[in-house]
Nanobody, 116 residues
Framework: QAQLVESGGGLVQPGGSLTLSCVTD???????MGWYRKAPGQERELVAA???????HYSDSVKGRFTASRDGAKNTMYLQMNRLRPEDTAVYHC???????????WGQGTQVTVSS
């Protein structure tokens, strides 16, 4: 059973910002983590990853606009999203990267809607 709780989503205008949070149980502390998103009719995609050592990786679609980080002491991961675009609209989830390393399921996600 997944113990992942995402929050921070909402409705924002194009060009705006949001910060997402993901709280996990301690079992996830041993894994590289990432933020995934799924838009209606599209496959789930990995947009940002944070390795155990802190190194980050971003998809081309969000590079330069999104910043991922994690606080091991709080078992919390963050995604700072700036200069949001309508195509960023999706349900955002956090989970292990790659998912197959620890496939315990998905949390409820948090909806991000970018619209004027």
């Amino acid at each position: 059973q997944a113990q992942l709780v995402e929050s921070g989503g909402g409705l924002v205008q194009p060009g705006g910002s949001l910060t997402l949070s993901c709280v996990t149980d301690n079992s996830y502390s041993r894994y590289n983590m990432g933020w995934y998103r799924k838009a209606p009719g599209q496959e789930r995609e990995l947009v940002a990853a944070v390795a155990l050592g802190g190194m980050t990786h971003y998809s081309d679609s969000v590079k330069g606009r999104f910043t991922a980080s994690r606080d091991g002491a709080k078992n919390t991961m963050y995604l700072q999203m700036n200069r949001l675009r309508p195509e960023d609209t999706a349900v955002y989830h956090c989970n292990v990267v790659p998912y197959s390393d620890y496939p315990r399921g998905w949390g409820q996600g948090t909806q991000v809607t970018v619209s004027s």
